[in-house]
């Protein structure tokens, strides 16, 4: 009975923190066409919009919550179950992100014709059987840290094709995968205790970097929600947007706290990722499957400490100023490193006036397209 009670907690507790609407977290760049360089919305519309506030207020108050049952008596119960149900994937979780990280790209070899994501594209056949190379390099720990040079080795190749700015979504999630790969097989215990801690902050910035998109470019999410309605659970589209930006990006700053908040920030978020493939498939899957791989590792991670401000993280009331700080630091960087791209009105590329956000971009004409046609090539 008493291991009943510790389960349905532990479900109520993740219950409330996957509680926003995110099963749209296909990246959108993925499905639907996009201008990196429009003007994005200014960050004055985005913080007088009250379903910004109201999604903040609601994670502070879940996260609050799950920190002061982390320090009650039920905290340390609910860690023992979670290493219970996960303690045979711990055991082999350095196998497991080997195999999950070597199934990736052995999977975008077989697709073909992108980097590393589906909308970095490239006609170059021989990025695949880099990927390839990447692969049969993971199989053995001396040669693991060449995998991760070929990791950054293939994000740089991409940008002779596109833009930093748009680049920055997989570089931090990049260089926390190559970092792993480099320091696993280290003799070096001390550096080696680290490798979880280089996957997870990458992942974790790689999220919160990326969620900024759904309050920049909240447009580019309109043809996904036209095509697929059913993603938005009948809520207007200018209410589940910005909610379901708020949630990646707190959920992604959980991942970056105390033990219990961040395993059950990688569970909400696990479920999330898991969901969005049944509407957006394989490709879906193929793409953030890096991700999951690393969800799982941080629901699975039995160190129960706290290596980055451990006092501070500590109280429950650095959780809002925790949040608030990350906001401000993640925002001005990047409107500020976009305006520092394009300028403060943007720029498309195009030779007109217009700043669409959504067209097709004849210098890559590879580019992604809406299913519904959005972004196809003008006809002539």
Known sequence: MRSGRHFLLLCLLAGAVAFFPMPADAHVKWFAPYIVGAAPQSIGTVLSDPWFWI????????????RLVETSRWGERIHDGLDYVTSPLWKRIDDYIRVTVGAFFVAIFSVGGVY?????????????????????????R???PLAGIGIIALWLLALRDYDLFHLFDYLALGVGIAGYLVIEPSKNEALRSHRFEVLRWGLAIALMWSSLEKFAFPGWFYPLVEEKPFLTFGMPRDVFIPMAGIAEFTMGFGLLWTPLVRRLSAVALLVIFTAAVWPFGRIDLIGHGLIMAILVAVACDQYRITRFLPSLKMHAP??????????????????????????????????TDERATHSFNEEHPHGPKSDSGIGAPPTK
Request: no cysteine.
């Open 142 to 144: 001396s040669t693991m």
């Open 55 to 66: 999604g903040l207020a609601l994670v502070v108050v879940f996260f609050s919550v799950t």
């Open 116 to 140: 590393l994501t589906p909308d970095l594209k490239t006609p170059a056949e021989w990025v695949s059987w880099l990927q390839l190379l990447i692969a049969a390099l993971i199989f053995y």
């Open 318 to 351: 650095a959780i809002p100023g925790g949040i608030a700080a990350a906001m401000a630091l993640f925002m001005t960087a990047y409107w500020g490193l976009h305006a520092g791209f394009y300028g403060a009105d943007g720029f498309t590329g195009s030779p």
